[in-house]
C-alpha cells in the first residue's frame, strides 16, 4: 500500500523494554532475574479451584459476569463498582481510554511501569512527569522509603487541564509503599483541583518490615474520584492466568465497562472462579499463620534479605524495598568497564545491564527505562533484580555472582 498503515496513536510508543531485554536474556541463556513473575507455582488451594471449575460443568465454560469481593473493598457493590478486566493491564488500558481525552494532563509518578506513559499517549492525553527523589542521609540511599515526592514540586504540576494523577503502592520499581501522610497530599490536591487518580495497587497484599499498605480511595473524598487497580497474578502468584479488577463509583466504572465491552468483552470463566475461590478463602483465614497473604510476603522478605546479601557481597548497594517483587540497586561504586562500543549510544544503566548479560550470565532490568527522558539521566546508577524467585534461581544467582566477586 501507498498510504501509511499506522494510525497516529502508535507513533511514538513502538518500541517495548522487555520485548528487547527478554530475547536477550534468552539469547544468552542467563539467570533471569529481570523479568517479574514468580518461577515457582501458584497455591494449591487455587490451582485445585481452577481444576475445579474447569471440569465444574457446562456454565464453567461460558460467558459470565465478574466475581466481587467485600475482602477487595468493603464499599464496593457487585457489578457497579468492581470492573473484572484481562489482568491488570487491560483496567488499566480501560481506564485512561475511558476516561482520558485529546489535551488531557496526567500526571505520572516515577519511576513509573512502562505502559502508563504509551496508554496515556494512545488515549490523546499529555504525560505530566514528576520523580519521586531519593534523601541522602549520611551517604548511599539505603532503603524505598527514602524515595520522596517534593510536595511543592507536585503541587505545581497541577494545572487546569490536569484530568489525573498515576500512582503506584507498592511501587514497581523500587518498592515504596507510600505512608498515609503522603498519599493525604496527594489527595488533597485531587480535590483541590477535581482530579481523578489512577492507583495501580498490585502487590498490595506484599509489605515487609511492618510497612502497611494504605488505599488512597479509602481517604476522605477519593472513593469517588479514585480508580484503584488490582491483579489475581500477583495476589496468587499466577500472572499468566490474567485476571485483574478496576474497582471505583459507579459513575467512573460505567465508562471503562463501555471500553471492555467494545474490546475484550469478557475474560476467561474458570480462572475469575479460581480467584474468587482463592479470596474467599483469605477472607476465611486472613490473620492467620494458614493464611497465603501471611505466607508469601514472609517466604519473599526472607528472599529479599538473600539477594541483598548478595548484591552487597559484589560492592552493589541494594536498596531494600518495603513492599513488592523488586529491589533496586546503585551500581555507580564498581570499578568495571562495562562501555563496550556497541551500546556507546544508550544510558549507563542499559550499557551495564546488557554487558551483565553478555559476560556475566544474569539478567536485570536498567530503571532509567521507568523514567521519562527529562528525568532519566539522573537515574542511570541503578538496576532492578526481581526475588520472586525459586532458591535455586537465587543460588544460581549468587554462583555467578560469587565468582564475579572472587574474579574481580
Not at 477487595?72 to 468492581?82: D, E, K, T, W, Y
Not at 509518578?109 to 531519593?134: H, N, S, T
Not at 474458570?270 to 486472613?286: D, N, S, T, W, Y
Request: proline share 5%.
Amino acid at each position: 500500500m501507498s498510504r501509511r498503515l499506522n494510525a497516529n496513536r502508535t507513533v511514538g510508543v513502538e518500541k517495548n523494554l522487555w520485548v528487547e531485554f527478554t530475547q536477550l536474556a534468552a539469547a544468552y541463556n542467563t539467570v533471569n532475574l529481570g523479568q517479574g513473575f514468580p518461577d515457582f507455582s501458584p497455591p494449591k488451594f487455587v490451582t485445585e479451584a481452577f481444576c475445579n471449575a474447569v471440569s465444574g460443568g457446562a456454565l464453567m465454560h461460558q460467558y459470565t459476569r465478574g466475581f466481587v469481593s467485600g475482602f477487595i473493598c468493603q464499599r464496593a457493590v457487585p457489578i457497579s463498582n468492581i470492573l473484572v478486566t484481562v489482568g491488570a493491564y487491560q483496567a488499566l488500558f480501560s481506564a485512561f481510554q475511558a476516561l482520558i481525552d485529546e489535551g488531557d494532563e496526567v500526571i505520572i509518578i516515577e519511576p513509573f511501569f512502562d505502559c502508563y506513559q504509551p496508554m496515556v499517549m494512545m488515549a490523546g492525553g499529555k504525560p505530566v512527569y514528576i520523580p519521586l527523589r531519593p534523601v541522602i542521609e549520611g551517604g548511599a540511599v539505603r532503603s524505598s522509603g527514602d524515595w520522596v515526592l517534593c510536595p511543592d514540586e507536585l503541587a505545581s504540576k497541577f494545572t487546569p487541564r490536569t484530568k489525573a494523577i498515576v500512582i503506584n503502592t507498592p511501587n514497581n520499581p523500587i518498592g515504596k509503599v507510600y505512608k498515609t501522610e503522603e498519599l493525604q497530599m496527594i489527595a488533597d490536591l485531587c480535590v483541590k483541583h477535581d482530579v481523578l487518580c489512577i492507583s495501580d495497587e498490585v502487590y498490595e497484599w506484599l509489605t515487609y518490615d511492618g510497612a502497611k499498605h494504605v488505599k488512597i480511595a479509602s481517604l476522605p473524598g477519593m472513593w469517588e474520584r479514585t480508580i484503584t487497580i488490582g491483579s489475581g497474578g500477583k495476589t496468587f502468584s499466577a500472572t499468566g492466568w490474567k485476571v485483574g479488577w478496576a474497582i471505583s463509583s459507579g459513575h467512573i466504572i460505567k465508562h471503562m465497562k463501555t471500553i471492555h465491552q467494545n474490546t475484550v468483552y469478557h475474560c476467561a470463566t474458570p480462572a475469575q472462579e479460581a480467584v474468587a475461590q482463592g479470596f474467599e478463602r483469605e477472607h476465611e483465614l486472613f490473620g492467620t499463620p494458614e493464611s497465603y497473604f501471611q505466607q508469601l510476603p514472609a517466604m519473599l522478605h526472607r528472599k529479599r534479605d538473600k539477594l541483598a546479601s548478595l548484591l552487597e557481597s559484589v560492592g552493589l548497594t541494594p536498596i531494600m524495598p518495603e513492599g513488592g517483587y523488586f529491589m533496586t540497586a546503585d551500581f555507580s561504586s564498581l570499578k568495571v568497564d562495562y562501555k563496550d562500543q556497541s551500546s556507546s549510544d544508550e544510558p549507563n544503566d542499559f550499557r551495564f545491564v546488557k554487558w551483565l548479560i553478555k559476560t556475566k550470565g544474569l539478567a536485570t532490568i536498567p530503571v532509567s527505562a521507568f523514567y521519562s527522558p527529562e528525568h532519566s539521566k539522573d537515574f542511570e546508577k541503578y538496576i532492578r533484580f526481581c526475588f520472586v524467585k525459586e532458591d535455586s534461581t537465587l543460588d544460581a544467582a549468587a554462583d555467578i555472582l560469587r565468582k564475579w566477586s572472587e574474579g574481580q
